[in-house]
């Protein structure tokens, strides 16, 4: 079973930092593209940045040039927030596509991380 554990997160000021990361783990994986998502109550969940096994990105109209996202490893994403503001204010989501040998390629969500950006 593949499973995926976020970290970071938490209580900041207004154009303050924070670091989101993901870890994959599990036997026999692979791990491709990995993202990270957010969801406001009562909104969709909307892409704030993406990452592929290559390492090309894609980031929402409204993070670019605050956010950035990176692979530490073939398994970990890891999402740099700075110059945070109040609407970045969310619970993140990291998601992966996954492949193992008896599953084949599926898609796999974190548990979710709460970021306040408030003074």
């Known amino acids: 079973q593949v499973q995926l554990v976020s970290s970071g997160g938490g209580l900041v000021q207004p154009g303050g930092s924070l670091r989101l990361s993901c870890a994959a783990s599990?036997?026999?994986?692979?791990?491709?593209?990995m993202g990270w998502y957010r969801q406001l109550p009562g909104k969709e969940r909307e892409l704030v940045a993406a990452?592929?096994?290559?390492?090309?990105t894609n980031y929402a109209d409204s993070v670019k040039g605050r956010f950035t996202i990176s692979r530490a490893d073939a398994n970990t994403a890891v999402l740099q927030m700075n110059s945070l503001k109040p609407e970045d204010t969310a619970v993140y989501y990291c998601?992966?596509?996954?492949?193992?040998?008896?599953?084949?390629?599926?898609?796999?969500w974190g548990q979710g991380t709460l970021v306040t950006v408030s003074s």
């Open positions: 990452i592929t096994r290559e390492g090309s």
């Open positions: 998601n992966a596509d996954a492949w193992t040998p008896g599953q084949g390629n599926f898609e796999i």
């Open positions: 599990g036997k026999l994986f692979s791990v491709n593209d």
